[in-house]
T-cell receptor
């Protein structure tokens, strides 16, 4: 949780609205990961991005979900036309390079809690 | 995908040492083993990471046998504030997806 900033911490949306979740990685980190955690479950990988590139989006739902990490500014996870099943905690993590399998630690933010009513 | 298996839950008492073992039979040669702690309504917090043998920091120790097919997180003298879910993860593949299992829910009692 050292320095990965997520906002908003809590977001309430009505069905059909759009949700935008923002993540600023730790200083010096160029790799960003988004995870989703449903109540009472473990975190599930969604997408892995570097600046201006999506490296791996194998965990992203095919529709309504998109992510970006522009050259300037935070990474954004966007959920269009939200449904109640999208209610979850969304965690962002960052690393300086390729993450755990190279011995580098991935640091998580405090999460954004989305509630769809 | 390399998978990890941990006990679903464990109970302990304040002041005791807690050892949580994780199985990862399909760990790859270049994979590291990382443990995270998560409190309710918070993000996972890094505890410790290792590749082989033993690693120790100010919070915990990590024991990894020579075959690396399992690892044990050791928490010395736990307190009530150590009540949390502990996740064992193994790094894998070029995409660096961390596969979170269900974790181990540790309950520390007074």
């Amino acid at each position: 949780n050292a320095g990965v900033m997520q906002n908003p911490r809590h977001l309430v949306r009505r069905r059909g609205q759009e949700a935008r979740l923002r993540c600023s990685p730790m200083k010096g980190h160029s790799h960003v990961y988004w995870y989703r955690q449903l109540p009472e479950e473990g975190l599930k990988f969604m997408v892995y991005l570097q600046k201006e590139n999506i490296i791996d989006e194998s965990g992203m739902p095919k529709e309504r979900f998109s992510a970006e990490f522009p050259k300037e500014g935070p990474s954004i996870l966007r959920i269009q036309q939200v449904v109640r099943g999208d209610s979850a905690a969304y965690f962002c993590a960052s690393s300086p390079n390729q993450g755990a399998n190279t011995g580098n630690t991935i640091y998580f933010g405090e999460g954004s809690w989305l509630t769809v009513v | 995908l390399a998978k990890t298996t941990q006990p679903i839950s464990m109970d302990s008492y304040e002041g005791q040492e807690v050892n949580i073992t994780c199985s990862h039979n399909n760990i790859a040669t270049n994979d590291y083993i990382t443990w995270y702690q998560q409190f309710p309504s918070q993000g996972p917090r890094f505890i410790i990471q290792g590749y082989k043998t033993k690693v120790t920091n100010e919070v915990a120790s990590l024991f990894i046998p020579a075959d690396r097919k399992s690892s044990t997180l050791s928490l010395p003298r736990v307190s009530l504030s150590d009540t949390a879910v502990y996740y064992c993860l193994v790094g894998e593949g070029a995409g660096n997806m961390l596969t979170f299992g269900g974790g181990t829910r540790l309950m520390v009692k007074p």
